[in-house]
């Protein structure tokens, strides 16, 4: 079944990255890899996507559906389908995402930007990673069990920056990007879901042992720390420093001012 956060995660991430892929290249696709067992996901899919398209013109959309065999899924994707704008065309190739390689190139996705959405529940499949990585740029987002790791995974398919985060729920999502401030979005839709962490206690605590292990660094780079390798989002890392700094466990340079990208941070000698 489909996972709800990642569900609803990728959703929000639709709205923002559709118009922003759209706007900068011209045409983009949008890959949907699950059990196919929740046609209402596909269904929302394609209707949030076309959405988004509907909004810069002169733009193209695909929307490519792997999922395995349903008789429900193709007839409810049809319907989808019928109330799309000419620009944003739905493809449905029944099988697991290892096709992935196949079907981007049979739908013309070489050479432009690629979100995917990629649900799993054991080992994740490194043929559909690398192919996800290979959009220009290209963006994953891997809802999966519990026990399933994803960090390297998605590093040794070629994302520069990744996240994973364990949800209420006990399972993870694994997201994997080129840009700041796209792992910024994600982390502000889990957020937003209910999934983010509220603590900031824990937070504080991995900035200074990060501080301990690597020695001094600047907020940008405590910043990129706290989105890539904890569950916490960039201003939550900046609110964690302030208060590290309050209690004296931390040092700032300059020690005056706004606590900007380019001040050094230092933990105080114990």
């Known amino acids: 079944m489909a996972d709800e ?24 696709t949008v890959v949907l890899g699950y ?21 810069v013109r002169g733009a193209r ?10 008789e429900e899924l193709p007839a409810r994707l049809g319907a989808a389908e019928a109330g799309l704008p000419a620009e944003v065309t739905v493809h449905l190739m029944p099988g697991p995402t290892a096709l992935l390689p196949v079907a981007l190139r049979a739908s013309g ?12 529940e054991d080992a994740v499949d490194p043929v559909a990673l690398s192919a996800a990585a290979s959009g220009r740029p290209g963006e994953v987002l891997v809802p999966a069990g519990p026990d399933t790791p ?5 590093v040794d398919s070629g994302f520069p920056l990744v996240a994973e985060v364990e949800v209420p729920s ?17 982390k502000e839709s889990l957020w ?11 937070l504080g605590r991995a900035l200074l042992a990060e501080l301990s292990r690597t020695g001094p660094r600047t907020v940008t780079e405590l ?19 302030d208060a590290l700094l309050d209690a004296g466990e931390v040092r700032r340079d300059p020690e005056q001012g706004r606590l900007g990208g380019d001040v050094v941070i230092t933990a105080a000698a114990r």
């Open 192 to 202: 937003e879901v209910g999934a983010g962490q509220a603590d900031p206690v824990p």
């Open 170 to 186: 006990g399972r993870r999502i694994g997201f994997g990007t080129a840009s700041d401030r796209s792992i910024e979005s994600f």
């Open 5 to 28: 956060v990642g569900r609803q995660v990728v959703i929000r991430h639709l709205r923002v990255w559709v118009p922003g892929a759209l706007r900068r290249a011209r045409r983009a």
């Open 109 to 120: 996705a070489s050479g432009a930007p690629v979100l995917s959405y990629l649900e799993v």
């Open 61 to 70: 959309l695909t929307v490519l559906v792997l999922a395995g065999g349903t």
């Open 150 to 154: 994803l960090r390297s995974a998605l």
């Open 223 to 241: 910043r990129r720390y706290a989105v890539t390798d904890t569950a916490y989002r960039a201003v939550d890392a900046v609110r964690a420093l």
């Open 35 to 55: 059990d196919g067992r929740d046609p209402a996901l596909a269904e929302e899919v394609v209707r949030v996507a076309g959405e988004c398209a509907a909004d």
